[in-house]
């Protein structure tokens, strides 16, 4: 199956490819100058020239850290309305961003390499780290960011400096901190297309010679985030979105050598379904199948059109006979009483503690406290089609997952600054967390029979899911100067994790229980356990070759932890935890684990600067094997999850970043490209029973890239325009990991710019910015539609990104 949304894309890959003859001969002319970065690396500083990051957990500049990073700074992404994780796509490529839906609640990926976004209890492969504190959770994907200083992704392999979970890479976020004096700004802005507004601000600056503090705050809400189909079955023809966000930020340093950080942030979202921008794509028979329900004694017309790049949806509401009572195992529930219309609700507190001690003039002793608690309930249909008549809902497939998280991790670390040819880094982590997945469902409908004749309740079951891991990891590194150019860096990671996992179902429908193929209510596993090890090792060779070149190699692991699936339904396959025989026990609980996950490889590469420093080229080569790759796929036909672990994974490719501060003045143009090949490299037999070996990964365009342009022109004496531009590329790829033909994503182009016109000193501007101008509807990931007709369905869930969006905005600093 082929899909076709391509808008003649080879020009802007001319362009893109042309770019890279631009930028090179612009560095030809004269030879760098040296500069002491350590004059400009004041930590936040994002110049153009020097760009700070903490690639290694201490300040570093972009050119001399020797690892593939892309910085993006707050004003970038002020300038341009980023506010979602899913936004910044368009600034990296080989970045695939998912937003949505049960399960996880999102999936990110890397270099064709990420976590599956059905289950929530796989952590993901690309680690999110929140202000130096990394969360486990994928739900954050929907929280978004605001008030930020900047962003860094930290592509390949980082388990020495992040631990688990980085075995891809790094999503990192740093949130602004108290100014040395007082500031205030406000912003608001209106977007036309979703019809929705932001409003937000913050004020920063001194309490006493010695105490700073910073507080913001920003809320969000779009009255039409998904619009749906004309003549869909739902109260809510526009499903809308709510963000509030808030943050204060305490900075105290009450003593030379001592500083205290401390971060508190709330934010609730809400929402009118967990299901965003999720479309239905008809496959080769070109019809929307049915709902094929009871072994066929049922049979819904879907009602959708096959229209699937017209940005239009079809949700629809619950079913009647669903819509009654809801069950829950963990107490009162937000979705009792929601009468079929689906919702979304999530909170979250986040706090961060962060101290710095100069023990010595050449030893520091850092800790770094995080703590999360998350609860997040929503309600949706699970079919994405069905009317049972005029105006009559028929969505099924009703799901009702609460997910609650807590977690605290504490990271402690000791570094040196010896001023001499060698330095190290000791430190070690403890993670504590607890995850609850309590979902009541509706795989088989069986309410359209009647409701349990006990209860009342109209849902199949009620299942609950609770967590508890424990990770312990120590690492340690060191740098060492064989020579003036040669460096010598390295360092390993030890880390030890468990979990125990403990299933519970206090009600099954019935009618369901009284069969072989489900169990009873009141059903209770006991302890599921899971542990594992892992050494991770790195090791890097650096050359600078000049004041303004170097080059490295790099050798790199990764490692994910395996754990429990907690997406098995309570059918049958549980049984086996009553059974008096211990093996059979054992048996079904090793069912439900999946294997930790592996990387190993290395990159080579080149960062430079030429011309004064105006021209910048870094490139880096690189491959990388993932072993035993967490892979959860869903058969639509059975309503059942597989749980399992891919063979081998085989990623390789090249990397390209360049930035031209051009002569004239106040105009500057960068770009990134990737190539990447990323395929199944061993024997990966996938849910419909074909050898994926030798084919693509999902999300891995072999071509991907971006070219921007940013010109600051002066208008008089006071005031400043500015004019942005930046134009995206992505080649095609696969969408789903199912068969040798599943759904392909055609290549596409899409396009952002901004215009703006404010006072020079930033005390005020006024601005006209547009996202996906082309209004390019792509698709993110597919996936088989619940509740087809056997050897006869072949629809498809298709996720895919927002539309067009045109804001005008205007904001005040002083």
Same mark, same amino acid.
């Given at each position: ?6 808008r003649?894309p ?8 042309g ?5 090179a ?26 760009i700070?990051v903490?690639a290694?957990?201490?300040d570093?500049t972009?050119?001399e850290?020797?690892?593939?990073v892309t910085?993006?700074?707050?004003e970038?992404?002020?300038?341009y309305?980023?506010d ?12 695939n961003?998912q ?17 599956s ?12 780290d929140?202000?130096g504190v ?11 960011f ?6 860094d992704v ?7 400096f992040?631990?688990k ?15 040395s ?15 929705g ?5 913050y004020i ?6 010695n105490?700073?503090i910073r ?28 963000n ?10 009450p ?6 950080n401390?971060?508190v942030?709330?934010?609730?979202n ?8 999720s479309?239905i ?5 070109g019809v ?9 004694g ?6 959708n059109?096959?229209n699937?790049?017209?940005?239009l ?32 609700? $999530? &909170?979250l507190?986040?706090?961060?503690m962060?101290?710095?001690? *100069? @023990? =010595? #003039?050449?030893l520091? %002793?850092?800790?770094?406290t995080?703590?999360v ?8 249909n ?6 049972l ?5 028929g969505?099924?497939g ?30 070690g ?15 088989v ?15 199949d079951?009620?299942?609950?899911q609770?967590?508890? $891991? &424990?990770?312990?990891s120590?690492?340690g590194?060191?740098?060492? *100067? @064989? =020579? #003036?150019?040669?460096? %010598? ?16 179902v206090?009600?099954?429908?019935a009618?369901l ?5 489900f ?9 599921i356990?899971?542990?594992d ?18 080059v ?21 396959s ?16 090793d069912?439900l684990?999946y ?7 290395g ?7 030429f ?28 309503i059942q999850?597989?749980t399992?672990?891919?063979?081998e ?10 930035r031209?501060i ?5 105009l500057?143009?960068?770009?990134n490209?990737s190539y ?6 061993d024997?990966?037999v ?5 050898d994926?070996d ?15 342009a ?10 400043e325009l ?10 095609s ?16 182009v ?18 006209l910015?547009?996202?996906n101008l082309?209004?390019?509807?792509w ?9 087809l007709?056997?050897g ?23």
């Open positions: 199956m082929t899909k076709l949304m391509t003649n080879s020009a802007l890959r001319a362009a893109l490819l770019g890279v003859a631009v930028f001969i612009a560095g030809l002319p004269a030879a760098a100058h040296a500069q002491d970065a350590d004059t400009s690396a004041e930590e936040g500083e994002f110049d153009g020239n020097v700070i903490q290694r957990r201490q570093e972009l050119q850290v020797p690892v593939t910085a993006i700074s707050g970038v992404l002020e300038k309305g980023v979602q994780v899913a936004d910044v796509v368009g600034r990296v490529p080989t970045l961003v937003v949505g839906g049960s399960g996880s609640g999102g999936q990110i990926s890397l270099r064709g390499v990420g976590s976004n059905i289950s929530a209890a796989f952590d993901s492969a690309v680690a999110f929140f202000d990394q969360v486990s959770t994928m739900r954050l994907v929907q929280a978004g605001f008030d930020t200083q900047q962003i930290l592509k390949g392999p980082q388990s020495l992040f631990g979970s980085a075995s891809a890479g790094v999503f990192s976020i740093r949130s602004a901190d108290p100014t004096t007082w500031e205030i700004g406000a912003k608001g802005s209106y977007e036309f297309e979703e019809k507004y932001v409003v937000g601000g920063s600056g001194p309490l006493s010679d105490l700073g507080v913001a705050a920003q809320y969000n809400d779009i009255d039409e985030f998904v619009e749906l189909q004309p003549g869909t079955p739902a109260v809510n023809q526009f499903r809308g979105q709510k509030f966000v808030g943050r204060a930020t305490i900075d105290w340093e003593t030379p050598g001592f500083n205290a401390l971060k942030q709330y934010v609730k809400e929402g009118d379904g967990a299901i965003q921008h479309d794509n008809c496959g080769p028979n929307a199948d049915s709902v094929f329900l009871l072994g066929g049922l049979v819904i017309p879907a009602g059109d096959c699937d790049s017209d940005g949806y079809y949700l629809p509401d619950t079913a009647p006979p669903l819509a009654g009572s809801v069950p829950t195992a963990t107490g009162p529930t937000l979705a009792e009483g929601f009468n079929g219309v689906p919702f979304s609700e $999530t &909170e507190w986040f706090a961060r962060k101290f710095d001690f *100069e @023990l =010595t #003039d050449s520091s %002793l850092v800790s770094t995080g703590f608690d998350l609860d997040a309930t929503d309600v949706d699970y079919s994405y089609v069905g009317i008549g005029p105006g009559v809902p969505g099924v009703t799901s009702d997952p609460r997910n609650t998280l807590e977690q605290y991790t504490q990271e402690i670390r000791l570094q040196s600054d010896f001023g001499g040819p060698i330095n190290f880094m000791v430190g982590f403890y993670e504590w967390r607890k995850f609850l997945f309590d979902t009541s469902q509706q795989a409908n069986i309410s359209f029979v009647a409701p349990d004749p006990i209860t009342g309740f109209t849902f079951w009620d299942k609950a609770e967590t508890k $891991t &424990e990770a312990y120590l690492f590194s060191a740098i060492i *100067e @064989l =020579t #003036d150019k040669f460096e %010598l860096s390295g360092g390993v990671r030890w880390t030890d994790e468990s979990k125990v996992s403990r299933i519970s206090p009600y099954v429908h009618f229980s009284a069969g072989p193929a169990i009873d209510s009141g059903f209770f596993s006991g302890p356990d899971f542990q090890s892992n050494w991770s090792p790195e090791v890097t060779l650096k050359y600078q070759a000049s004041d303004d070149v170097n490295f190699a790099s050798f790199k692991t990764g490692f994910k932890s395996g754990g429990i699936d907690n997406s098995a339904l309570p059918s049958a549980l049984l086996g935890f009553g059974d008096a025989d211990p093996a059979v026990r054992q048996a079904t609980a069912a684990i294997q930790s996950e592996t990387a190993i490889g990159e080579i590469g080149v960062k430079s600067q011309n004064d420093r105006s021209v910048t080229l870094n490139a880096t080569a690189y491959y990388y094997v993932f072993d035993d790759l967490q892979v959860q796929n869903f058969d639509a036909v059975n999850f597989q399992l672990n891919a063979g994974v085989t990623s390789k490719g090249v990397d390209l970043e360049m031209w051009t002569p004239v003045e106040g500057s143009l960068s770009s490209l990447l090949d990323a395929a199944f490299s024997t990966f996938a849910g419909l029973g074909q994926l030798g084919r693509e990964v999902a999300r891995a365009p072999e071509f991907s890239g971006n070219i921007a940013d010109w600051s022109i002066p208008v008089g004496d006071t005031l500015n004019l942005s531009g930046n134009a995206i590329y992505s080649g790829y696969f969408t789903n990991e199912d068969t040798l033909t599943d759904l392909r994503q055609d290549s596409y899409t396009f952002d710019a901004q215009i703006s016109i404010g006072d020079a000193d930033g005390k005020w501007k006024l601005a910015v547009g996202t082309a209004d390019e509807i698709i993110n990931t597919s996936g088989g539609r619940p509740f007709e056997p006869v369905g072949d629809d498809l869930v298709v996720t895919q990104n927002r539309g067009r969006q045109i804001f005008v905005e205007g904001s005040v600093r002083f």
